[in-house]
């Protein structure tokens, strides 16, 4: 168990739906990562925020969104499915953020997921 | 831009057979380098770590040595189970605007008995 929850475990959904994904951090974390798992695309990073404030943008598409709220929970809202969504999407959590280009060893700890399927 | 390249799978052994999991990296700075495991149905979990060259990670008889000189951190293991099938990626942490991990594509591993 790496103490980060995410729910819902598995998600189904029609097109064009919205849904919301929630992910609760390790104690004591203050960043959060999302990341897409697809079988064509493997693991993407989605999108990171540090104690509130976005810190890091990857290949998130503009109908998904994220947050992370001042008790450091995050919900990443993906709106306007398409069949192409279904995926399975992780949260991730560390204790701190690294700058570009500084070696920390700052380890990532991954929940469980979300199976989104979109029908 | 940084990246990581391992061995395609799918990656088929005997029980008690010898594992090496090759992977390469590119990375323009000195990051710190992780495999992560995935067993069927579940996430992904952190198998071992090495944050500088000569580093050795090491857990539950896997072991990675960062090798600066040839940017590889091959995966081993002296004689794998049945339990160790799984998909294992290996990443790098590149900090800042990259969201600190880069992930290779996975490599699939069966273990027969």
Same mark, same amino acid.
């Given at each position: 168990?790496?103490g980060?929850? +995410?729910?819902?475990?598995? $998600?189904?959904?029609? !097109?064009?739906?919205?849904?919301?994904?929630?992910?609760?951090p390790r104690s004591g974390d $203050?960043?959060?990562?999302?990341?897409? +798992?697809?079988?064509? +695309?493997? $693991?993407?990073? $989605?999108? +990171? @925020?540090?104690?509130? #404030? #976005?810190?890091?943008? &990857?290949?998130?598409? #503009?109908?998904?969104?994220?947050?992370?709220?001042?008790?450091?929970?995050?919900?990443?809202?993906?709106?306007?499915?398409?069949? &192409?969504?279904?995926?399975? @999407?992780?949260?991730?959590?560390? %204790?701190?953020? /690294?700058?570009?280009?500084?070696?920390?060893?700052?380890?990532?700890?991954? &929940?469980?997921?979300?199976?989104? !399927?979109?029908? | 831009?940084?990246?990581?390249?391992?061995? *395609?799978?799918?990656?088929?052994?005997?029980?008690?057979?010898?594992?090496?999991?090759?992977?390469?990296?590119?990375?323009?700075? @000195?990051? =710190?380098?992780?495999?992560?495991?995935?067993?069927?149905? *579940?996430?992904?979990?952190?198998?071992?770590?090495?944050?500088?060259?000569?580093?050795?990670?090491?857990?539950?008889?896997?072991?990675?040595?960062?090798?600066?000189? !040839?940017?590889?951190?091959?995966?081993?293991?002296?004689?794998?189970?049945?339990?160790?099938?799984?998909?294992?990626?290996?990443?790098?942490?590149? &900090?800042? =605007?990259?969201?600190?991990?880069?992930?290779?594509?996975? /490599?699939?591993?069966?273990?027969? %008995?």
């Open positions: 168990d790496s980060v929850t +995410q729910t819902p475990k598995h $998600l189904i959904t029609a !097109t064009g739906q919205r849904v919301t994904l929630r992910c609760s $203050l960043s959060v990562y999302w990341y897409q +798992q697809s079988l064509d +695309q493997g $693991l993407q990073f $989605l999108i +990171q @925020y540090y104690n509130g #404030e #976005e810190r890091a943008k &990857g290949n998130i598409l #503009e109908r998904f969104s994220a947050q992370q709220f001042p008790d450091l929970h995050s919900e990443l809202n993906l709106s306007s499915l398409e069949l &192409g969504d279904s995926a399975l @999407y992780f949260c991730a959590s560390s %204790p701190s953020w /690294t700058p570009q280009g500084v070696n920390s060893g700052n380890t990532i700890y991954f &929940g469980e997921g979300s199976w989104l !399927t979109v029908v | 831009g940084d990246s990581v390249t391992q061995m *395609e799978g799918p990656v088929t052994l005997s029980e008690e057979a010898f594992l090496t999991i090759n992977c390469t990296y590119t990375a323009t700075g @000195y990051p =710190s380098l992780f495999w992560y495991v995935q067993y069927p149905g *579940e996430g992904l979990q952190l198998l071992l770590k090495a944050t500088k060259a000569d580093d050795k990670g090491s857990n539950k008889g896997f072991e990675a040595t960062y090798r600066k000189e !040839t940017t590889s951190f091959h995966l081993e293991k002296g004689s794998v189970q049945v339990s160790d099938s799984a998909v294992y990626f290996c990443a790098l942490s590149a &900090g800042g =605007s990259q969201g600190n991990l880069i992930f290779g594509k996975g /490599t699939k591993l069966s273990v027969k %008995p």
